[in-house]
Every structure is written in C-alpha cells, then in structure tokens.
C-alpha cells in the first residue's frame, strides 16, 4: 500500500494513536503523518503510506488551514480548553471591534509559541517543563497568516477561518488577539481544514475506515502518492533515464528546467523527488515501486 489517507481525527484522539489506527488497518505498513493535531482538534489529518512517507515534508511545508472558536473572558495556562484559569475580563468584544482587529494579524507575524508546546527548551520539551511547574520562555518565531475571516460571534465567543504557514500556533494567535481587543481569551474548539493540497472535505472517518477494513473498498480510500504533490512541477522522463535517477545517478536534462525540486515521472510511475541543477537532475528520494 502506497498513498494517503485523508483522515477526519476525531476529538480526543493523539495524532500518533490515529496513524496507530490507520497502520492496523493496512497490515501494519509504514506509516507517517504530516502535520500533528492536537488530541483536542478535529479534522484533516493526512496520513502517508508506504512510499509515499517519502514526501510528508512536502505537506509539513504547506500551508495550513484551521476553523478556530475563540472563547472570550478566560485565558488558560495552556491557551486552549485544557488549562487552568489564570485570568477573567469582563470585555467581550463586539463583531464591529473582532473584525477591525483582524486585519493587524493578516501577513508577517512574529509570534511566541505557547509554554505548552512541544518545542524543546535546552533539550527537554516545554510542555514537560511547563507541567513541572516551571517558568518557560519561548522565542518568537517568523510565521505568515494569509488570510483571518470572522465566520460568527455571540456575546462570548468568535469563530475563525485562518489560513496560515507551517509552524503558527492558532492557541497563540487566539492569545493575541484576544489582548489586543482589551480582554482575555483562549481557543476553546479547532478545527484543521487544509494541509497543502489536501481539504477536509476529502477526508474520511476512521470509523468509515474500520467499515471498510474486512472489504476490498478499503484501497480505494487510499489515494496516490502523487496527489501530495500537486505544486511541484513533474517531469516525464523516458525509460533510460529513470533507471539511472533510481540507481542514484545525476542526469542530463534540459537546460531550460528552472533549477529547483522536481517531481520525476516515467510511463511506469513515479520515479523520484529530484533536485534540477544547472541542467541536471540529482535525486533526493526515490521511490520503490
């Protein structure tokens, strides 16, 4: 078995006891995923196979998207549901005032990571030095939000489309955000919506997953490795020459090829994730199919 699987992880699952699940399912292969979800979030989880393990970095480098629930007049040790109370505000933003801050969180942003994460600090994990009680600063990082829409808002609570880069806590933009409207505030429910090429509205339950277990309709939930890799430029090589790229030989190829990561195809299938040099093609992985 070599592809994706879509995966709609439901709440309170970890997303390496989901990739568990998957794994048991398809005769234990190798398996990865790209991109952890919270236990407490929802949504797309897209789970490589196979060879397709081999290109997870390509969907770990891609832009995310994210349903956010903002609670308004809590903050919360952990900037989600699961933490302590650390402090209330009577502030509850209006749509008027949610919508006009927006904008201040669209674009390059630097942001600190919250204490409960799994960033590591001099080795240990910050999320196991924050349980133990003590003081974790985190440095901030460059991260990009290409987009932060107000879907709706209540006396209480807002809920957002946020379409961002790799590497952005939602929990510290909910934070953020929440201090520059004049309150308090932490992300009370989260949803995953796209992970690169993939959408949710392709994903699968893993209880539909477990119907289709005893049934030759299981494969067809798998999708080509391929599919992952729908922004990267392929080139088609002839028979020759993807022998030589799948023994690990550099190739001859048209000058005309911008130099960059190529996905190399030939009339068998995929051969390899290349690197195009000055008219060459170096492999980088090449898959076993």
């Known amino acids: 078995m070599n592809g994706w699987i879509l995966l709609d992880k439901p709440k309170g699952l970890s997303s390496a006891a989901a990739v568990g699940n998957v ?15 919270d236990p407490l979030a929802t949504g797309l989880l897209p ?6 393990t081999k290109v997870i970095g390509y969907i770990l480098d891609g832009t995310k998207g994210y349903r956010a629930t903002v609670r308004w007049g809590e903050s919360r040790d952990t900037d989600d549901a699961e ?4 402090a209330t505000s009577v502030v509850r933003p209006d749509r008027a005032a949610i919508a006009a801050a927006l904008g201040g969180f669209v674009g390059p ?20 030095l924050a349980r133990a009680g003590e003081t974790v600063v985190l440095k901030s990082r460059e991260i990009e939000v290409f987009s932060l829409d107000l879907v709706e808002n209540d006396a209480d609570s807002a809920v957002l489309d ?19 409207l004049g309150t308090v505030g932490y992300l009370g429910d989260l949803r995953r919506t796209r992970a690169g090429p993939f959408t949710d509205s392709q994903a699968i ?16 939930a798998l999708l080509p490795l391929e599919t992952a890799l729908d922004d990267i430029p392929a080139l088609a090589l002839n028979g020759e020459a993807a022998a030589k790229l799948r023994h690990g030989q550099w190739i001859d190829v048209s000058a005309e090829l ?7 195809t030939s009339d068998s299938g995929p051969v390899a994730m290349a690197r195009a040099i000055d008219g060459t093609l170096k492999p980088l992985r090449v898959f076993n199919l």
């Open 23 to 37: 794994r048991r399912l398809f005769d234990r292969v190798k398996a990865g995923h790209g991109g952890t979800l």
């Open 162 to 180: 946020v379409l961002c880069s790799k590497g952005t806590y939602i929990r510290a933009l909910v934070r953020d955000l929440a201090e520059a």
């Open 205 to 220: 339950s893993l209880a539909c997953l477990e119907g289709l277990s005893h049934s030759a309709r299981l494969a067809e």
């Open 258 to 264: 911008r130099d960059g990561i190529v996905f190399a």
């Open 109 to 128: 942003l630097t942001q600190r990571p919250p204490a409960y994460s799994a960033l590591k600090v001099g080795g240990r994990r910050a999320y196991a």
């Open 83 to 86: 933490g302590a109370v650390t």
């Open 47 to 52: 789970i490589a196979l196979g060879e397709a």
